[in-house]
């Protein structure tokens, strides 16, 4: 079935629900359902199917599918006792699905605590404890996984999807449906747990619908859009922009976060237009062969979560046919608890490499370069990215220090050092936890990472972390690629590096399996393990043969 695009909003449609802040995350599919002129037109396909109340499962959605199936959830939390600011576990596979029960959950007045498919046991767990919920939807493979340590948290009661798929038709009685303000929670989404537990960070009736409204009316879709969101589901940029495809009645193809295989096979399966894709999507599509016009319907690509390195963008983009208009890549910056990217550099074929260039503000909000006194630096120098728009969380659950220590003089921090150019360009330096302060000055590891991968043959991917060597720290860098040889990366890694006045590498360890080179469930590398890793690297070389590893002459 095609989409007919029917569904999308007129701009004055588009324009007036973006004034409407009677419009939120708590009651989004409702009033759309009253405003939408094609309410029973299909526009939402889950590329996994999901089970719906007639005991079959779907894949295409209209407005009022959606509606039907969210009420019936609802209906059977509300008889589970859910209640107004009740926070509920929802912990299952990666669909849609995750935003059916934030929807469900949210229009009684609950608080969905979305965990990610992929999240290991501590993390889960963490974010069932520090939020206090109540209640888990779940399944058994994930169910086994925090089966360990669900003494430690105040359950009163799990679900499984095995044994609840979908529940009976049922419609919401109107005196269950919570009447939101505009500052109500209606959910708790995590953040990446790159720099330690995941946490979960609070989105209201407003800020999730904050970054939707302002695409509205701020951008202008293709006439024949169909959006791909090859993201987790429980990401809280994908929850927004499912939000986004409800409000302005967007065709979209919901899926799930997926390898660069399975993007590969995908799109020229269901042709979308736009992709949106977590960053490790993107160096594993670059390093697989794609039959010629494979990728061609995609005009836009969007990276969300970690950045995207130029070389691998740049392979992507390479693919589309000669004949066609060029496709772009949007590299967005935003974070969990911005609530929307804020930062956007478009980059073409032709576009002049500019390392770390994060672009300008896309217009939702003021973004600046802090010192840590809260004062603006000037242009190129060096200090906080933060940012203020509509769309920040209102803080962490049960986390008021950390919400405090993450704001500067009304900014929401990053955790990036970075800078600005007088023209309003930003560049991000490193993430501040990252830098690594050597004999030879500080080293910024995504600069470094960027240099390696656009200078250095065979190297597929590269992170760059700080490693223990006596008293001091020196620069180590886990490298992927098919055959290559420690010593030879070390050394033209070294050369590029030196030219480009940054410090060198003192070890080049080459990752011979996913352990080596972790990622996390957002898809960014996870430094703080590789940190531990190499806190001692007299006791780790000692372990490690010349075929795997190099080392500079001063650690022999």
């Not at 049922?170 to 939101?180: M, S, V, Y």
């Not at 203020?388 to 009304?410: C, E, F, H, I």
Request: glycine share 8%.
């Amino acid at each position: 079935m095609s989409f007919t695009h029917q569904t999308v909003l007129t701009p004055e449609l588009r324009a007036a629900v973006a004034e409407d802040l009677g419009i939120g995350g708590g009651n989004l599919l409702p009033r759309m359902l009253e405003i939408n002129p094609f309410p029973d037109e299909p526009f939402i396909r889950s590329l996994d199917p999901i089970p719906y109340t007639d005991g079959e499962t779907r894949t295409d959605f209209s407005l009022r599918d959606l509606d039907h199936l969210i009420q019936s959830w609802s209906v059977w939390y509300y008889e589970r006792g859910v209640r107004p600011r009740d926070r509920v576990a929802v912990f299952p596979p990666d669909s849609v699905a995750y935003f059916v029960h934030y929807s469900a959950i949210a229009q009684i007045g609950g608080i969905a605590v979305l965990i990610n498919a992929k999240a290991p046991r501590d993390s889960a767990v963490a974010l069932a404890g520090r939020t206090g919920a109540t209640g888990l939807y779940t399944d058994r493979e994930r169910l086994d996984r925090i089966s360990p340590d669900l003494d430690k948290l105040a359950l009163q009661w799990i679900e499984v999807a095995e044994d609840m798929p979908s529940p009976p038709s049922a419609t919401l009685p109107d005196e269950w449906r919570f009447r939101h303000h505009i500052d109500d929670p209606v959910g708790m989404m995590h953040s990446s747990g790159t720099t330690g537990l995941p946490k979960p960070v609070i989105h209201t009736h407003r800020t999730i619908l904050e970054g939707p409204k302002f695409r509205a009316v701020d951008y202008k879709e293709e006439p024949d859009a169909r959006i791909m969101t090859a993201l987790p589901q429980s990401h809280q940029g994908t929850i927004s922009f499912t939000s986004y495809a409800v409000l302005a009645g967007q065709p979209l193809l919901a899926w799930r976060d997926v390898t660069g295989a399975e993007l590969a096979e995908a799109v020229p399966v269901h042709r979308p237009t736009m992709v949106m894709a977590f960053g490790h999507a993107y160096p594993e599509l670059a390093a697989l062969p794609t039959p010629p016009g494979a990728l061609d319907s995609v005009n836009i690509w969007v990276s969300m979560g970690d950045a995207v390195h130029e070389r691998h963008l740049k392979n992507v983009l390479a693919r589309r046919s000669a004949d066609l208009p060029p496709a772009a890549f949007l590299d967005r910056l935003g974070t969990t608890e911005l609530g929307w990217g804020v930062l956007m550099q478009p980059r073409t074929l032709t576009t002049e490499r500019n390392d770390r260039c994060v672009g300008r503000s896309v217009g939702l909000a003021d973004v600046a370069i802090l010192r840590e006194n809260g004062t603006h630096a000037e242009p190129y120098e060096y200090g906080y990215l933060g940012a203020n728009p509509p769309s920040m969380t209102v803080g962490y659950w049960g986390a008021q220090d950390t919400y405090y220590r993450s704001k500067l003089a009304g900014y929401w921090l990053t955790g990036d050092i970075a800078y600005r150019d007088e023209d309003g360009y930003f560049y991000q330096v490193d993430r501040a936890v990252d830098v690594i302060h050597t004999a030879q000055g500080p080293g910024y590891s995504v600069q470094m990472e960027e240099t390696v991968l656009n200078h250095v043959d065979g190297v597929a991917d590269c992170t760059i972390v700080a490693g223990g060597w006596r008293d001091e720290k020196v620069a180590v860098a886990v490298v992927t690629g098919a055959a290559i040889e420690p010593a030879t990366v070390l050394l033209a890694a070294n050369e590029a590096l030196r030219a480009a006045g940054k410090p060198e590498l003192a070890v080049v360890d080459v990752a011979d399996d996913d352990e080596a080179y972790p990622l996390g469930v957002t898809g960014k590398s996870l430094k703080r393990y590789l940190r531990e890793k190499y806190a001692d690297l007299a006791g780790y070389l000692s372990t490690r043969d010349g075929r795997s590893v190099a080392t500079v002459d001063a650690l022999r």
